[in-house]
């Protein structure tokens, strides 16, 4: 179902604020374990949060591909050079959305370590091991897809202020969640 509308319902704005929390969380959490020593319980407990906030992600993002697929989403404003970009940055976005708890995950899971989530249950590695292939995993997550995340928010911000302040359509506007569309 590829519908347009005028704007983004709750549920699409809702689940863009959510994860972009997460993420910030997620990258928060993965901070403040390094304050810690490695046999003390305060840093197992900011990893945790770290690969619980990396899951609800990765279901939120599927969640979001699901509602956008059957929902459809707004007309895109801007020159014809900025409507591709644009979908070309979020097209990208959604791929690291994915990529960085998909090599999260697997990466602690060729590591041979266990995922404890939410303090409730623990995942199990469920591969065989190979230390070689958690590393390579692990540049990646913590890496490649983490800076370029952080260029794509640049320029994510950056395309919604430019529409905003200069262009003054309603592009960002559409997308707060209590924003009045004119």
């Keep these: 179902m590829s519908k347009t509308t005028n704007g983004w319902n709750p549920i699409q704005k809702g689940l863009h604020w959510l994860i972009a929390l997460f ?18 319980p305060m840093r197992h ?3 945790v949060l770290h690969f619980s906030l990396g899951f609800s992600v990765l279901l939120l993002v599927m969640l979001r591909f699901y509602w956008r697929a059957t929902h459809g989403r707004p007309t895109l404003y801007g ?3 900025q409507r591709p970009l644009s979908l070309l940055v979020q097209s990208l976005m959604y791929v690291i959305m994915l990529g960085m ?4 995950l697997l990466m602690r899971q060729f590591a041979g370590r ?4 939410f303090w409730l249950f623990d995942l199990p590695p ?3 091991k190979n230390i070689d292939l958690a590393k390579q995993l692990g ?3 913590k890496e490649l897809l983490w800076n370029a995340l952080l260029v ?3 320029l994510h911000i950056g395309g919604a202020l430019w529409h905003h302040l200069i262009i003054k359509d309603n592009t960002l506007r559409q997308m707060l969640p209590f924003g009045k569309v004119k």
Excluded: N, Q, R
Aim: charged share 15%; proline share 2%; no cysteine.
């Design 23 to 40: 993420i910030l969380f997620a990258w928060g959490s993965v901070e403040l374990h390094e304050f810690y020593a490695k046999d003390d």
């Design 45 to 47: 407990w900011w990893m």
């Design 79 to 81: 020159s014809k050079l």
């Design 101 to 104: 708890p998909l090599t999260g």
């Design 114 to 117: 266990e995922i404890t989530l």
């Design 126 to 128: 469920f591969v065989t």
């Design 139 to 141: 540049f990646m997550h």
């Design 152 to 154: 794509l928010l640049v």
